[in-house]
């Protein structure tokens, strides 16, 4: 069996979305789990809108997500060149050989003239297509469209006769299309640039591309390809159409919306983990067998069968994404998650440039409590906010009133006296002397609990208690405690 290779062939107009990187992913897969090649190219015809900055940025996200690729841009390889800009002149040899065969021609008629033909279509309540009234003009005419500077376009021409093409889909199974509802429709614009059909054909053939796995978007464009390659005399490669991934409305996921950014690249500014973002977008229009949602990228790839991919719309769900996220950042290695989030609290202003040892191992025993509680690394700061900023009631009346109870002291002391006598002080430990309170103090659980937990942080909820003893340390909980009482006076 031949070597299986497959493609991923962005276009540099913008920032990529969501959809395009979950169609990289699954090329990954399946290049990854057959030991096939999958090379990058860069279909950048459109030279108005493509940049070189978009294409850096395609690159970037893709080896963020961990995407390598085997051949292609910033790789190289043996069939490039591999932008579209620079095989122009190669789409020409081929667009030539198509017209010396006479199996496509030059086609002069304006943009005026074709929109008549379409306003004739439609009172005539026909379908608007091309009619072929280039295909078959004499020496003089052509002749005469060149003298009036006409720049032409190059047309394919359909098969006379009406025939059906049979995609075998590797998703979707048999889909079934008839030329004849396909016009003449134009291989070389009249700027010198080949139209997208065209030049993915011949990329691709050129490329030895076995399975292309792309949107399900392109499936109308997939019978012009089939003919193209038939034209060309090229083999014809397999094809896999991917669902659309749609957002929690149900309506086709845009490139930007008002909730949520569907660049790749934001999720990885707000601080998503990229092996949490890998996971996440397998599943979209894809589940292995056994319903598993967390999984490894080896697993994932040895689960991973394109035939599985569902036909139906996939939703882009942010709250299963932050799940998702949350419990990656939970279990990822602590140092990693502590370096990820110092960009982080030094953007809020909560540490500076410099950190000593001291403090990078402070810092380290409060990162490890904040990322119980967040979706994504850049909530981070909020989180942990009451170990870098003064104390702050939410209610300073409210708080004054509990601090008056009697009880109140009594805890405040009895928990000060049992911390001060603890050999070392550890989140155990610490959690040994609030049982330890509870059984010793003739008092209900929420009168030890809640007013602790507001005289340390000013809040009514946060991280455990013992989290916040054993961060801020027993200095400053005596500190905090005092006031506390003191405020009461």
Excluded at 3 to 26: D, Q, V
Excluded at 66 to 82: A, F, K, M, S, T
Excluded at 127 to 135: A, D, F, V
Excluded at 293 to 312: A, G
């Amino acid at each position: 069996m031949n070597e299986m290779r497959l493609r991923f062939p962005p276009s540099p107009t913008g920032k990529i979305h969501i959809g395009n990187m979950r169609t990289a992913l699954f090329n990954w897969l399946w290049a990854r789990k057959n030991k096939g090649t999958l090379v990058l190219r860069i279909e950048d015809t459109d030279q108005e809108r493509s940049t070189k900055e978009f294409e850096d940025i395609i690159i970037q996200e893709m080896q963020w997500l961990g995407l390598d690729v085997d051949e292609g841009i910033g790789v190289g390889g043996e069939y490039g060149p591999y932008r579209q800009s620079e095989r122009v002149d190669i789409y020409r040899e081929y667009a030539d050989k198509l017209l010396k065969e006479g199996k496509a021609y030059y086609c002069y008629c304006t943009p005026e003239e074709l929109q008549a033909m379409r306003e004739e279509a439609a009172r005539k309540g026909e379908m608007p297509r091309y009619n072929q009234h280039c295909r078959h003009l004499t020496e003089e005419e052509l002749e005469e469209y060149k003298r009036a500077g006409r720049k032409p376009v190059i047309r394919i021409k359909m098969p006379d006769e009406a025939r059906e093409i049979v995609i075998n889909d590797l998703i979707r199974g048999e889909i079934r299309f008839s030329t004849d509802v396909l016009d003449d429709f134009i291989i070389f614009k009249s700027d010198g640039m080949p139209t997208y059909n065209f030049a993915v054909v011949i990329d691709d053939a050129l490329m030895k591309i076995t399975q292309v796995i792309r949107g399900e978007d392109h499936i109308s464009n997939t019978p012009k390809q089939i003919l193209l390659y038939e034209a060309l005399g090229f083999p014809v490669p397999e094809f896999a159409h991917l669902p659309l991934i749609l957002d929690e409305n149900r309506a086709k996921l845009k490139k930007r919306s008002d909730s949520d950014a569907v660049y790749i690249g934001e999720f990885r500014e707000k601080g998503y983990l990229p092996e949490a973002l890998f996971n996440f977008l397998s599943l979209l229009g894809w589940s292995p067998k056994d319903e598993r949602e967390i999984m490894s990228r080896e697993e994932i790839i040895s689960l991973f069968d394109i035939s599985d991919v569902n036909k139906s719309s996939a939703v882009f769900d942010i709250e299963k994404l932050n799940w998702m996220n949350g419990k990656y950042i939970r279990e990822a290695d602590l140092d990693r998650i502590l370096q990820l989030s110092i960009p982080y609290l030094q953007e809020a202003g909560f540490i500076g440039e410099e950190l000593s040892s001291e403090e990078h191992e402070w810092l380290k025993k409060v990162i490890e409590v904040a990322r119980t509680g967040v979706d994504y690394l850049a909530q981070i700061p909020a989180e942990a906010e009451i170990f870098f900023t003064g104390l702050e009631f939410t209610d300073k009346e409210k708080a004054i009133a509990e601090f008056r109870d009697e009880e109140v002291e009594l805890v405040f002391s009895t928990l000060k006296e049992e911390l001060r006598g603890l050999t070392e002080f550890n989140r155990d430990s610490i959690n040994n002397v609030f049982k330890e309170l509870r059984k010793k103090l003739p008092v209900k659980a929420r009168k030890i609990y809640h007013p602790v937990r507001l005289a340390l942080t000013g809040r009514d909820s946060g991280p455990e208690l013992s989290d916040i003893i054993y961060i801020f340390g027993l200095e400053e909980v005596e500190k905090r405690l005092d006031n506390a009482l003191a405020m009461a006076k």
